[in-house]
Nanobody
């Protein structure tokens, strides 16, 4: 049974930082591309960042480019999202997701999802 468990969310002031983690189990983690998505109140889920199975290729939404960094530690079966210079518009529930094969920015391409972690950025 595949499980993805996010952690690290919370309340932070604008300009602050948070580091999200997503621990995976029940799959051969190093064979899966990973992605981070978010859903803000009243909005559809959107792509944030993606990383290839080996960690060599990363991909970001324009809205977070230069502020967020995705990384992974395959021996620890964990993917991270370092979020710096946070803005109120980054407030959302953040989800990690896994897909076999190459990374993608389309949520429909991901087979496995975590429950999400809330990030709230105050102004």
């Amino acid at each position: 049974q595949v499980q993805l468990v996010e952690s690290g969310g919370g309340l932070v002031q604008a300009g602050g930082s948070l580091r999200l983690s997503c621990a995976a189990s029940g799959l051969t983690f190093s064979s899966y591309a990973m992605g981070w998505f978010r859903r803000a109140p009243g909005k559809e889920r959107e792509f944030v960042a993606g990383i290839s199975w080996g960690g060599v290729i990363t991909y970001y939404a324009d809205s977070v480019k230069g502020r967020f960094t995705i990384s992974r530690d395959n021996p620890k079966n964990t993917v991270y999202l370092q979020m710096n210079s946070l803005k109120p518009e980054d407030t959302a529930v953040y989800y990690c997701a896994a897909r076999s094969g190459v990374y993608s920015d389309h949520d429909a391409m991901y087979a496995y999802w975590g429950q999400g972690t809330q990030v709230t950025v105050s102004s």
